[in-house]
Structure formats: C-alpha cells, structure tokens
C-alpha cells in the first residue's frame, strides 16, 4: 500500500492529530508539536512571535516538509511561510490553508506558474461562517439598539426614556453569498428583515454586481462578506456609499478594500450612516491615527471576528473530507482558482 506523507505545519490538539490520521490508514502524518510555535490562545495558527528554533529542530522540520504530499497549514500562516513550503516540498500536492482569505496569501506569495500547477490549495471557506455571521448580526444588533449612546449613558450616569429601532421589517443587503453571506441571511431572516443579496453571477437568491448601487439604496444594514479581488477591490465605492439610505448601517467581514474607507469616514462623521461594524481595514493593524479607532458610531474588531473555540476541530472536519476526496481522486472543497486567487 502507498503511503502519503502528510505533515501538519501549524498548532494543532493532539486529539485532531489523531482524527486526521484515522481519515486513512494510507497516510503517514507527521506532527511534532515541539517543532512549532505554541498557540497564544485556541486556534491560533501562527504561534507564539517569539518562538525560534534550535538549528538542529530547524533541520528536523526542513526534512519533514521536503518529504511531503499533504500539508496542513503553512509557517506562521504567512506568504513567505507558504511560497517557503511549497519550494521546500517538491512533492508536495495539496495544501489545507486554515484561512477562508487564503487566497490573498496564495497570490502574495508570488510562486510561479509551475509551482501553481504542482500544487492543489483549498481554503478554509464555511468554517468561519458561524462567528462572522453571528457578529454580523451582533453589529446590526448594537448599532440598531444605540450601543454607543447606552455606554455613553452609563459611563456619564444619565436614565433617560427613549426608543429604539428594530430589525423585523428592516433591508439587509448582503454582498457576496458563499457560506457566510448565507448564513448572515438565515440568521437575518430569523430577525424577521427582509434580505436582498449581490453575487458575482446572478441568479434566482441574488442580483449581479450591476445592481448594487439600486439595492444599497433600499438597505437599512449592508454586509459585506466579499474576498478581496480585482473584481471587489473598491466595489462599495464613494458613489454606492452616497446612494446608501441615509441612516443606514454597514458591516464589513470579508476584506477592508472592498470598501472605500474614506468615503466610509466622511459618511460616518457627517451622520449619512448611522455607524459601522468593522473588522476588516483596508490597512492592517489599523493606524492609531485612523479616525475610525474615535467615532462613537463605529464598532470595531481587530479582524478576530472569525476566531472561535471551535475553529480547528471545524477546519479539521473540512481537511478530513479533502483529504478523502484527494485520495480518492475527487474535487477538493473550497480550492483556490489561482487564475482569481479566490
């Protein structure tokens, strides 16, 4: 029986070690946990910063990647990380990225036409689509509730009576409906607003990107899922900004270029938009000097939103059925289209 060598390259339980190698008794997986950085908290796939191997664990590790077919993860989830991978396994066939973003980190890494063609990425596309949708509706949520008027008012100590909107009967504008576009609507749904969507290719459940400008205009909440791609980069411009109801509330969980930040700034200040819920910037980490870490109608997250407790026993459950598929000689779930890097 041929064996595939299989290496883990990012933290990772023991107890998932052992539910990828019971996927199949073909491969041979190799994890040492003592050749990888240790996780700062649950799920962390870069590690501890300061963690440095010896030279002889540099040298272990460089034999370990160099023999494989499979991996899971790369170094320090980073592009030099898996442009260094892939040039150090020429072997090497499928690569499992934990990221649902891992396209950007595909295209950073700059390997050329050769090295995109050896190798198979999937991305983690659907496992974060639980926490991102959850705190896509926590943004329309407080920003509909008047979040910041009620720590305002506890912090200055003032009972004032006053009401609040709803989300039943509110427009959410979902752009981008892969698993988490999908899911913000479900869960939008369950609030009772009605949800209009925008996809790359239209279809009976969403408009095409031509129509964005109408439906912005209809919206109450937008949400933007979107990867970021040469089709996305921009795509929430000044303009479709402007056309946006007046008191509205946009969200961002897929990638901060995808929005004009500026436009987003000058909208958030002079009260077009009610607020913002962002974890994405178009620059990260966000300058100190950026206005948005200031405005009081502006929720932001350090682009952790995805983060979960359950984060790698989801993305062990995605890289199990891979690897079934992979084996088997089947179509991998969630791959990259390098042509697109999405």
């Known amino acids: 029986m041929e064996r595939v060598p299989l290496v883990i390259a990012t933290p990772l339980e023991d107890e998932l070690v052992e539910r990828v190698r019971a996927v199949d008794d073909r491969l041979d997986v190799h994890f040492e946990a003592d050749l990888l950085p240790p996780p700062r908290y649950p799920s962390d796939h870069a590690g501890e910063l300061s963690f440095e191997r010896s030279v002889e664990q540099e040298e272990r590790f460089k034999q370990l990647v160099a023999a494989a077919e499979v991996a899971l993860g790369f170094p320090r989830e980073s592009a030099a990380g898996l442009a260094w991978l892939v040039r150090t396994a020429p072997n090497l066939r499928f690569v499992q990225c934990m990221y649902a973003g891992a396209g950007q980190q595909l295209r950073a890494a700059r390997l050329d036409h050769e090295e995109l063609e050896r190798v198979a990425?999937?991305?983690?596309?659907?496992?974060?689509?639980t926490p991102l949708a959850e705190w896509s509706i926590f943004g329309i949520l407080a920003l509909t509730k008047d979040l910041p008027r009620l720590l305002r008012d506890k912090r200055e100590r003032r009972w004032d009576h006053y009401p609040t909107g709803e989300l039943r009967g509110k427009t959410v504008l979902v752009l981008g409906l892969g698993e988490i576009g999908r899911e913000v609507a479900r869960l939008a749904g369950a609030f009772g607003m009605r949800v209009t969507a925008i996809k790359r290719r239209a279809d009976a459940n969403a408009a095409g990107?031509?129509?964005?400008?109408?439906?912005?205009?209809?919206?109450?909440?937008?949400?933007?899922?979107?990867?970021?791609?040469?089709?996305?980069?921009?795509?929430?411009?000044?303009?479709?900004?402007?056309?946006?109801?007046?008191?509205?509330?946009l969200v961002n969980v897929g990638r901060g270029a995808v929005v004009d930040e500026q436009a987003l700034i000058e909208a958030l200040r002079s009260g077009k938009l009610a607020g913002a819920?962002?974890?994405?910037?178009?620059?990260?980490?966000?300058?100190?000097?950026?206005?948005?870490?200031?405005?009081?109608?502006?929720?932001?997250?350090?682009?952790?939103?995805?983060?979960?407790?359950?984060?790698?026993?989801?993305?062990?459950?995605?890289?199990?059925?891979?690897?079934?598929?992979?084996?088997?000689?089947?179509?991998?779930?969630?791959?990259?289209?390098?042509?697109?890097?999405?």
Do not use: C, K
């Open 121 to 129: 990425f999937a991305s983690g596309s659907g496992v974060h689509a």
């Open 209 to 249: 990107a031509e129509q964005l400008d109408e439906l912005a205009a209809e919206a109450d909440a937008v949400v933007v899922t979107l990867p970021l791609t040469d089709e996305t980069r921009g795509m929430v411009s000044r303009e479709t900004i402007a056309r946006m109801r007046d008191g509205a509330i």
């Open 277 to 342: 819920a962002l974890d994405v910037f178009a620059e990260e980490p966000l300058p100190e000097g950026s206005p948005l870490w200031e405005l009081d109608n502006v929720i932001l997250s350090p682009h952790t939103a995805a983060l979960s407790v359950h984060e790698n026993e989801r993305l062990v459950e995605l890289f199990a059925e891979n690897l079934r598929r992979y084996l088997s000689g089947g179509e991998l779930l969630s791959r990259i289209d390098t042509s697109l890097f999405y």
